[in-house]
């Protein structure tokens, strides 16, 4: 009894193989930027005109009590409208 024969030209089947190769290293390379690329801040003036020195922002804050300031915050800028709206100059 002799052993099936095995289709010599795989190239098919390593072209496949070499495309899933490539789309999993490009999406992990994607995944990886976005998450963990931290971003520049421009020096800038604040309302009371203090300069601000230009400085990486991280992307993702290292604090445990971030989520709770934030929520917080996005509270009382919703309660404080008046003091962030933009004045109309007569």
Known sequence: M???KRNKDNS?????IVGV?????MLSSNYTKSSSSNSYV???H???????????RKSVST???????????KGYYQRH??????HEKE
């Open 46 to 56: 604040t309302r009371t005109g203090r300069l601000v020195k230009a400085h990486v």
């Open 2 to 4: 002799e052993p099936p």
């Open 63 to 73: 604090s445990p009590n971030a989520v709770k300031r934030q929520n917080y915050s």
């Open 21 to 25: 190769v490539m789309l999993v290293i």
């Open 81 to 86: 409208k008046s003091r962030y709206r933009k």
């Open 42 to 44: 421009k020096p800038y």
């Open 12 to 16: 098919l089947f390593s072209i496949v």
